[in-house]
């Protein structure tokens, strides 16, 4: 018998896992979404394929400095007020892990799902019109001066571990390297062998597209429940009706919480708002992905333009952007960069999806039959192409070689 399966979300995550499926098993598999593919946080992130980001957020040392950097305008963290007391319950458990054992166990965790990210993606997009938008590139990191690159020290020290030395370029050398950066930059920390994509969401279309060459199917609607029957999934429900499965995958990103409560799991994960702006037709940016240390955004020569993408806000799902993280974005792109020349500017929130201890969900949610691959965080297009390989392997009872157990979903329960 032919196994029917959905997938909820046609982001990055969803779509690589609908064409792993179809590659490794005959199964007759949907991906549904409210949008087309391609939509949602995938659309909008920085494209950096970034092996190198194995380190959370939450290192050693973060609670004390929380305080002054959201006090501090020239800090690129923002809140909106109202919402605080909303976050304070994520807020105490994320902020738990800022330690070096939870740190490193992170930090080991994202590596398995990260660290030979441009070899997954080139596998995924292997002989499909996706392949054109994945690029090999070197990933810099640009810091004003030696003390702040320093200052990150605990960071780099745990990339190191994981095999990542940057390369060192100081004052002049930083710019003859990268010419369009401001001489305010006195150091720039380059990776090798890096990435990035030079159009996330037409690349998510296009792998949709491979993934309906495959035989896959990609539907529009709303996904509301599941229906269970003796403890195993057999429908997912939509507002233009039932999807009959056998097995069912939670794709659905920073969306997942509601859909996981139905399952009868109350998942910490909070909407880790981000925002870009895109120079279209941009002259005078750099020539391969830097991330402005001190505005905590990457610039990405993409192909509509110079794409600046970074920022962290706290203020949840429904409120619209806000105007000052776009205001530090300009301010700082254009500080960084003082050659830019463009014809317009396009502006952009998304949601990053992001669980309290900064890993993703990947595995069955007991013996239901449905699976989770959402809580991707800062990594989803870097990590997403493993994901979805791992989960198809999951879901076709293959052999996935790696370890999983960090990403239990039940951890939480
Ligand atoms: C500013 C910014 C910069 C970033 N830069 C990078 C970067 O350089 N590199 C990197 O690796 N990552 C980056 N990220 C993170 C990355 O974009 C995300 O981790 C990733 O896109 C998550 O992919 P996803 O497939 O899980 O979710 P999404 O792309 O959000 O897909 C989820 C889909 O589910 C659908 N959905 C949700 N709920 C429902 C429902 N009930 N019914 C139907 N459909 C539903 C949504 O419409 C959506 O299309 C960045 C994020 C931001 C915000």
New binding site residues.
């Given amino acids: 018998m032919q196994k029917s399966i959905v997938i ?8 690589s896992t609908g064409i792993w499926l179809r590659r490794i098993s005959d199964a007759d598999v949907t991906i ?4 087309p ?14 092996s190198c ?1 194995i380190a959370p957020v939450t290192a050693p040392g973060l609670i004390p400095k929380a305080p002054r950097m959201l006090l501090n305008p020239n800090f690129p963290l923002f809140m909106r007020l109202g919402y605080f007391p909303k976050l304070v319950p994520w807020l105490l458990k994320y902020l738990s892990n800022a330690n070096d054992s939870d740190t490193r166990r992170i930090a080991k965790g994202l590596t398995t799902i ?1 660290g030979d ?1 441009v070899d997954q993606h080139k596998a995924l997009a292997a002989d499909t019109d996706a392949r054109q938008w994945v690029q090999d590139s070197n990933y810099s990191f640009a810091y004003a001066n030696r003390a702040a690159f320093e200052a990150d020290a605990y960071t780099w020290a745990l990339r190191r571990e994981a095999g990542f030395e940057p390369e060192i370029r100081e004052g002049e050398t930083a710019h003859v390297f990268e010419p369009s950066l401001s001489p305010d930059v006195g150091l720039l920390a380059t990776m090798k062998d890096h990435g ?1 994509i030079r159009d ?1 969401g037409g690349y ?1 279309k296009a792998l949709a597209k491979e993934f309906e060459k495959l035989g896959g199917k990609v539907r529009q ?4 429940d599941f229906d269970l029957t003796d403890g195993k999934v057999t429908a997912v429900q ?1 507002d233009q009706g039932p999807y009959l499965c056998d097995q069912a995958i939670l ?6 919480k ?2 996981m409560q139905k399952l009868g799991l109350t998942i910490p994960i909070e909407a ?5 702006i895109v120079f279209r037709d941009a002259e005078g940016g750099p020539s391969h ?1 830097v991330m402005i240390a001190s505005g905590k ?2 610039a ?1 020569p993409m192909t509509a333009g110079l794409r600046c ?3 962290v806000e706290f203020g949840g799902l429904a409120a619209g952007p806000s105007q000052q993280p776009l205001d530090f974005l300009r301010r700082h792109a254009k500080a960084n960069f003082p050659n830019l020349t463009y014809s317009e500017e396009v502006e ?1 929130l ?4 992001a669980p309290s201890d900064s890993l993703p969900l990947i595995g069955q949610v007991g013996e239901t039959g449905v699976f989770t ?12 192409p493993k994901t979805g390989r791992i989960t198809a392997g999951l879901v076709a009872e293959q052999p996935v070689n790696t370890d999983i157990s960090a990403f239990n979903p039940m951890r939480f329960s």
């Fill in positions: 909820a979300g046609a982001g990055i995550v969803g779509v549904i979404d409210r949008l593919p391609g939509e949602g946080t995938s659309h909008g992130n920085a494209g950096v394929l970034a980001s990260v990210s990035y996330p998510v609607a709303e996904i509301n939509t794709a659905t990103g920073v969306w997942s509601p859909l880790e708002r981000g925002y870009h992905p955004f990457v990405t993408a970074g920022i952009w998304g949601h990053r999806p691959a959402f809580g991707h965080h800062h990594i989803g297009l870097t990590g997403g």
